[in-house]
């Protein structure tokens, strides 16, 4: 399988923990996003990456947020300090920019904050 | 501001009949609209964009900029096509996408 790969693909935390979850995007891709899905809702947009320079960031994304894409290749979101208020899934797509940008999604990576 | 309404959470439709789905968009520039899909147990895809002007798997979409809606349709529905579809939109200049709440879409055999 040559798509977007996310790991672990479940993750369950007490509050006050820290996670990391990774993604793979596809090799050729240079752009990676983060996404946060709760129920019920589309997926919102967390922060995003040309090879290795993080270019935005969403004002979802707090300060107990981080993301990193050290080398342009696969990217981790660490999350200190959990609240119940994080649990959702955690999506990854990656995309090739050029004038059709399409953006490919990872399976995410789905958080319970106990 | 990127903002995306999908109006319906559930519709449910027959085989065979037609299949619509609403999206309208708030946007100030010039916006590059989708549609996504989402399968049961698979990944989001993308199924559609405005730009291509397209047909895929029997949908099509058309921008209207004076609604500001890029409503999603089919004109029979198959049992295939029963998944989770949101509409998207990005801005000129930046690449991320604002999505809406979602449709859950069920056809019935």
């Known amino acids: 399988d040559t798509g977007v790969s996310q790991d672990p693909r479940h993750k369950i935390t007490k509050r006050g923990q820290n996670v990391t979850f990774r993604c793979d995007p596809i090799?050729?891709?240079?752009?990676l996003y983060w996404y946060r899905q709760t129920l019920g809702q589309g997926p919102e947009f967390l922060t995003y990456?040309?090879?290795?320079?993080?270019?935005?960031k969403s004002r979802l994304l707090s300060d107990r947020f981080s993301a990193e894409r050290p080398k342009g290749s696969f990217s981790t979101l660490e999350i200190q300090r959990t609240e119940q208020g994080d649990s959702a899934m955690y999506l990854c797509?990656?995309?090739?920019?050029?004038?059709?940008?399409?953006?490919?999604f990872g399976p995410g990576t789905r958080l319970l904050v106990l | 501001a990127q903002r995306v309404t999908q109006p319906e959470k559930l519709l449910s439709v027959f085989k065979g009949a037609p299949v619509e789905l609403k999206c309208n968009y708030s946007?100030?520039?010039?916006?590059?609209l989708f549609w996504y899909v989402q399968y049961s147990r698979q990944r989001l895809q993308l199924l559609l964009r405005?730009?291509s002007r397209e047909s895929i798997k029997g949908f099509t979409a058309d921008l209207n900029k004076g609604e500001t809606s890029f409503h999603l349709k089919k004109p029979f529905a198959q049992e295939e096509d029963s998944a989770m579809y949101y509409c998207?939109?990005?801005?000129?200049?930046?690449?991320?996408?604002?999505f809406g709440k979602g449709n859950q879409v069920v056809v019935i055999p």
């Open positions: 797509a990656s995309s090739l920019a050029n004038r059709e940008e399409t953006q490919y």
């Open positions: 090799s050729e891709h240079n752009r």
């Open positions: 990456f040309q090879n290795e320079a993080q270019l935005e």
């Open positions: 946007y100030s520039g010039s916006p590059e």
């Open positions: 405005h730009i």
């Open positions: 998207a939109l990005s801005g000129h200049g930046n690449n991320r996408l604002a």
